[in-house]
Nanobody, 115 residues
């Protein structure tokens, strides 16, 4: 059983910063990709950023230049540094882990950006 636990969400004013963390535990054979998705109120879940085991990254256009994803492969942990936050970044943020045989999701952490 694999468990992902997110932390670091909260309430912040526009222009502020937050750092999300996600730690994976359990029987993880190989985490090929780790990433962050978000689901704004009333909308579908969308990719924010993801990072491969080799360090390659992909970002949503809406967060490029403001968010930075990083990972600690030895600890199966992934981080999301979010700067210059905007009200439209308000969402539940979910950690995602993809292995060669399955994928896993965290329960989510709320990020609220006030104007």
């Amino acid at each position: 059983q694999v468990e992902l636990v997110e932390s670091g969400g909260g309430l912040v004013q526009a222009g502020g910063s937050l750092r999300l963390s996600c730690a994976a535990s359990g029987s993880i054979l190989s985490s090929v990709v780790m990433g962050w998705y978000r689901q704004p109120p009333g909308k579908q879940r969308e990719l924010v950023a993801r990072i491969s085991i080799g360090g390659s990254t992909i970002y949503a256009d809406s967060v490029k230049g403001r968010f930075t994803i990083s990972r600690d492969g030895a600890k199966n942990a992934v981080f999301l540094q979010m700067n210059s936050l905007k009200p439209e970044d308000t969402a539940v943020y979910y950690c995602n882990l993809v292995t060669s045989v399955s994928q896993y999701w965290g329960r989510g952490t709320q990020v609220t950006v006030s104007s």
